[in-house]
């Protein structure tokens, strides 16, 4: 049984400081927001945690792992690098969707996103270690079937980008509406969700959703496991049996961690 730990990031006051005292450079802001997304990828990464970018003033992040200690000590060292602070809601269910909607219910509470009093907001209440299983994170990396050969290789780059939004878009709807996964386009043509128990039957569903909605094929391979790394990291593998069993929905049978060099 899943038991997902989600982290709402969110830059404290933020539109109201891009044009503050003028409109700022457009390719300035574009830079500060890959920075500290790198920075909070490396941060949370290296605690076995996922980050997705979403809106950029905005993230995501699966948190399994990561006590409120670590989420000050994020606040601290950005407030400390960036002209930007973060506010950060924690939230917990074994429904990702769920665990979202409380992580967002404590810093909206506080106050709105565009309220300059608001700063360095820190609610909710991470896993206690006792309550934290091998099962708590399912991970379900998706791709789309020969990209290259049907999109990059033929088309030109904005056209295929189109192809492989609209897999998504249909993809990140069926699983939200039925099922209360988040699903993140994380580059390429791959798609990670965090999913709730999901047996192979449902995900084979979505995947007939997309190519029926979209006219996207994809496979997945899933993942389970204690954090996001583990999970996401035996995901991988998981795809990797797809492609060479020629199937489309393969489980890990266990965290795969990887080899260090």
């Not at 982290?7 to 927001?33: A, C, F, K, S």
């Not at 565009?114 to 791709?143: C, M, N, W, Y």
Request: aromatic share 8%; glycine share 8%.
């Amino acid at each position: 049984m899943t038991n997902t730990q989600l982290t709402l990031v969110q830059i404290d006051n933020y539109g109201p400081w891009t044009v503050t005292p003028d409109p700022r450079r457009e390719m300035d802001l574009q830079t500060l927001q890959s920075r500290l997304f790198a920075d909070l990828a490396q941060f949370v990464g290296s605690r076995d945690g996922y980050v997705f970018f979403t809106r950029f003033d905005n993230m995501v992040a699966v948190t399994n792992g990561l006590d409120r200690a670590d989420h000050e000590l994020l606040q601290e060292s950005i407030g400390n690098r960036y002209p930007v602070t973060l506010s950060l809601g924690i939230g917990t269910d074994r429904n990702p969707a769920v665990a979202l909607e409380r992580a967002t219910d404590g810093v909206q509470r506080a106050g709105s996103a565009q309220d300059g009093d608001r700063r360095e907001v820190l609610s909710g209440d991470p896993l206690a270690e006792a309550d934290r299983t091998p099962s708590d994170v399912q991970i379900a990396h998706f791709d789309v079937n020969d990209a290259t050969g049907k999109y990059t290789d033929r088309l030109n780059e904005f056209d295929t980008f189109i192809h492989i939004e609209q897999g998504y878009a249909s993809l990140m709807r069926h699983l939200r509406q039925e099922h209360g996964a988040l699903s993140f386009f994380v580059g390429g043509d791959n798609i990670i969700a965090v999913t709730p128990d999901l047996s192979a039957e449902q995900y084979r569903a979505a995947i007939d959703h997309v190519e029926a909605e979209a006219d996207v094929e994809l496979k997945v391979g899933v993942g389970t496991a204690s954090n996001a790394h583990e999970a996401g990291f035996a995901a991988k593998h998981a795809l990797e049996d797809c492609r060479h069993h020629g199937t489309i929905v393969e489980f890990a049978d266990a965290p795969v961690e990887p080899v260090n060099d």
